[in-house]
């Protein structure tokens, strides 16, 4: 199916009157630690305006004041409570690991925490420095086979090994048939392409505008609010996300230069209203 309104159609479903926040999923987002707090904020802003029912986010002390001026909508608990990290950790229907997460020691041991502790009924996206970190992780075993990828070029040759001219639609088949049955690969790059198995979707939108920090802090916030609710064909719900993302960046780019993320984030409601509307007439 092309990346067109009508994919857009097919995920995004009208809600049913008797629903209530449960039905709409249990998101977990993991990172911000300093000095890359605004990176999760940016996430968790897309995942609730996306419409996840729970979004929960475990990140530096220090950071949750902040978040919750910007966005009282989510919880927040420290990144360094074991037993709330646990029990968030198994009550989740996504986790989000990455934005803003580094690449220390603690990092490391975050990344391994959330391996050990998913569950295949879960669904796991590995975004940003996280990505560096797993590729520096010698010996890696996934309990989920619900699994999403979200590296730029330069992420994913640290992941593959492929170099970045090298990077064609054959060969990274080739590199996400080593990660678990099913993973979802969404290729960053000015030609984004979302890979699962032997299928491919190219996202035919999004520009230059894009090239600005948080962005895809954003677009993994959205990828995780859309897993969350429209899980009947996750590689449909993530290449609409990712459609959907750079369609609203090219919309607002009609009358500005460059355009911020969070612009991005204040959009998705609208439009996911107007695609729920049109797809009723």
Request: charged residues 20%.
């Amino acid at each position: 199916m092309e990346t067109t309104k009508e994919l857009l159609q097919k995920v995004i479903n009208k809600r049913d009157n008797d629903s209530y926040k449960g039905t709409y999923g249990r998101v977990l987002l993991i990172g911000g630690l300093y000095p890359y707090g605004g990176a999760i904020i940016m996430a968790a802003t897309a995942c609730v305006n996306s419409g996840a029912g729970l979004v929960t986010v475990a990140t530096d002390k220090e950071n949750i004041m902040p978040l919750h001026s910007h966005l009282p909508e989510a919880m927040a608990f420290a990144i360094d409570d074991l037993p709330l990290m646990k029990q968030n950790l198994e009550a989740s229907d996504v986790i989000l690991i990455g934005p803003g997460l580094g690449e220390s020691s603690r990092s490391k041991m975050l990344l391994k925490q959330v391996m050990q502790v998913v569950s295949d009924e879960q669904i796991l996206i590995i975004d940003g420095s996280a990505l560096n970190v797993l590729a520096n992780i010698k010996q890696v075993h996934f309990e989920t086979n619900h699994l999403i990828l979200t590296p730029h070029q330069k992420e994913w040759e640290r992941l593959s090994g492929i170099t970045i001219a090298e990077q064609t639609d054959e060969k990274t088949k080739e590199a996400l048939s080593h990660f678990p049955n099913n993973s979802i690969l969404v290729a960053k790059s000015h030609e984004t392409s979302v890979f699962q198995g032997e299928h491919d979707q190219k996202i035919e939108a999004g520009g230059p505008h894009q090239s600005i920090g948080g962005m895809g802090d954003t677009l993994a916030g959205m990828i995780a609010g859309f897993s969350a609710q429209f899980r009947e064909n996750l590689f449909d719900t993530v290449v609409a996300a990712t459609y959907l993302h750079s369609l609203i960046a090219d919309e607002l780019a009609l009358n500005a230069y460059v355009v911020r993320p969070t612009q991005i984030s204040s959009e998705i409601p609208r439009w996911m209203r107007q695609i729920v509307d049109e797809e009723k007439n």
